[in-house]
């Protein structure tokens, strides 16, 4: 069994737990919570009758990112081409972060399951997450 699904829209890296100094209180940004949540959305949304893996997992991520507006006419060809990677925020483990995290206890019982990640920042057209996980 294979689960591949996409989430378009702008990318979110995972976001450092705040600290509220008044009540000591530690959280999770409100951003970094609808990113979770809106990944696991369009999870559900492709595979409503899941069945979380129980062995070894391999996870594979791409991070598409728009080609800037800004970019010369011949660099938005390299970059299209994958000639030219973005390297721009978020950093890559925070994608890696946060998508694991929406899918822990959902796709696989545990992260710790996890023992081949394969993951990519690259340019397209349109900008989106796109997940592979499966057992293997």
């Known amino acids: 069994m294979i689960y591949e699904f996409e989430v378009p829209g702008k990318i979110i890296g ?27 959305q369009y999870f559900l949304l492709k595979y409503p009758r899941f069945k979380p893996f129980e062995g070894r997992v391999h996870v594979e991520i791409e991070a598409n990112f728009e080609v800037p ?15 030219i990677n973005p390297t721009k ?26 023992t ?4 990519e920042k690259i340019y397209s057209e349109n900008e989106c997450v796109k997940v592979r996980i499966s057992e293997y």
């Open 69 to 83: 507006k800004s970019a010369k006419k011949a660099d938005k060809e390299l970059m299209l081409e994958n000639k």
């Open 116 to 119: 081949k990640l394969q993951v």
């Open 14 to 40: 995972k976001g450092r737990p705040r600290l509220n100094s008044y009540t000591g209180a530690v959280y999770t940004p409100t951003r970094t919570k609808d990113y979770e949540t809106l990944v696991e």
């Open 89 to 114: 925020k978020p950093d890559i483990d925070n994608i890696v972060k946060i998508v694991l995290d929406a899918m822990n206890g959902i796709a696989f019982k545990d992260d710790t399951q996890i």
